[in-house]
């Protein structure tokens, strides 16, 4: 039998050969269709299409720009004819950016088109077309939505803003296997994320367990996502963040410097006392102290003494001081404490009626503003209201 070639062969056995389809779309054309299939993209997940505004994501604000030169573009009816079904170029575009007023580069800046010349032709490129893993990237983050109590959040995203700018708290490089736990706090996309809630634990389709989160944003907005979504995308966030929580070093500086003398410690004390009254606000009572040597010394013994409430005590926080009076430092907490002071009355020992000094019914998140205050200054004539739990001026 003579030897048959690649296509002799196939004819004989009756195989048909269809030429491989060429595409016959230009560059242009091509970049027209990816840049409106993001807008498509955004339709389906929104239900609505892309609008402009300073409050709008930035890539909602580029698919609203990109879509209203798309449709003055003459073919692109014909071209997107087939992927447009929700009809997205019959409508009108929006009056929010006046395109007309624009000259050629400011719309093309604004659109997001450059011209490149080449050797061979002009190609226009549409930039800001995001690759498949910046858009797997942001599908990772939840849709965010209006935080509609924020007005709970607020204040403790200004309180977190205070203590960054005091030192009190600082920001370090997030990593791949750095926890996420409630109420941490996360720069994130620029803005400042406080895990609110966590979800039960559940095991992924892939085996792995995981957690739904509601994170709120300091912008008022927040989401609803995986914890594996945000440890992502924290990590692929060149300025991602994770905000430490409020130093329990040195209380007048970072460091120790060489001429400081290290002159003692604040400590926090919550009692264990069963105690009627402090078993009930055992949340809310502490022990404030200064010591100038270690506190587990200090509190050895804590059960014998009336100072401690004669029970255990657990020490909740400790401040490092640096050449600073002992003395007066405790009696500045006892003067902005002062109307929280625990009124109660214990027998010591020997039966002798005692009143404690140095216990406050105060919410320890108080007492930290209060260190923070006294570190960068701003302590003068703060008083602490108990009616509502507050600092006030």
Not at 46 to 58: A, N, T
Not at 338 to 355: S, T
């Amino acid at each position: 039998m003579a030897e048959m070639d690649d296509d002799e062969l196939l004819d004989a056995l009756g195989v048909e050969v269809t030429p491989l389809k060429t595409s016959s779309r230009t560059p242009r054309e091509e970049r027209i269709i990816a840049g409106f299939e993001d807008i498509l993209r955004f339709y389906q997940e929104h239900g609505r299409v892309p609008s402009h505004g300073e409050h709008q994501d930035i890539f909602e604000r580029l698919y609203a720009v990109r879509l209203d030169q798309i449709r003055k573009l003459p073919e692109a009816k014909a071209l997107l004819a087939e992927i447009d079904a929700p009809g997205l170029l019959s409508g009108e575009a929006s009056n929010s950016v006046n395109i007309d007023d624009l000259d050629e580069d400011a719309l093309l800046a604004e659109l997001g088109i450059t011209d490149e010349a080449t050797a061979q032709d002009d190609i226009t490129v549409l930039r800001h077309v995001r690759s498949t893993i910046e858009k797997r990237a942001a599908e990772e983050i939840a849709d965010r939505t209006r935080c509609e109590d924020f007005e709970k959040f607020s204040p403790l995203f200004e309180q977190v803003t205070r203590e960054l700018k005091s030192g009190l708290r600082k920001t370090i490089q997030y990593g791949r296997d750095t926890a996420i736990e409630l109420g941490n706090y996360f720069v994130v996309g620029g803005q400042i994320a406080l895990v609110a809630e966590v979800g039960e634990t559940f095991t992924s389709a892939y085996g792995r367990e995981d957690e739904r989160l509601r994170v709120i944003y300091d912008n008022g907005t927040e989401s609803n996502l995986l914890r594996r979504s945000l440890q992502k995308a924290l990590y692929r966030d060149e300025t991602g963040r994770r905000i430490t929580d409020p130093d329990l070093g040195p209380l007048f500086g970072d460091t120790q410097e060489p001429d400081d003398i290290e002159s003692g410690t604040i400590y926090v004390l919550r009692s264990l006392s069963t105690h009627p009254f402090v078993a009930e606000h055992r949340e809310l009572i502490h022990k404030i102290g200064v010591t100038g040597g270690k506190v587990e010394t200090r509190i050895a013994n804590a059960e014998k003494d009336a100072t401690y409430l004669l029970a255990d005590v657990e020490i909740i926080a400790t401040y490092k001081l640096h050449n600073i009076n002992r003395t007066k430092l405790e009696n500045i907490f006892h003067q902005i404490f002062d109307a929280a002071q625990l009124d109660i009355m214990i027998e010591d020992r020997f039966g002798n009626p005692v009143k404690p000094r140095e216990w406050f019914l105060v919410p320890l998140h108080v007492i930290d503003e209060v260190v923070g205050r006294i570190r960068d200054g701003s302590i003068t004539e703060i008083t602490y209201d108990p009616k509502t739990a507050m600092l006030t001026n």
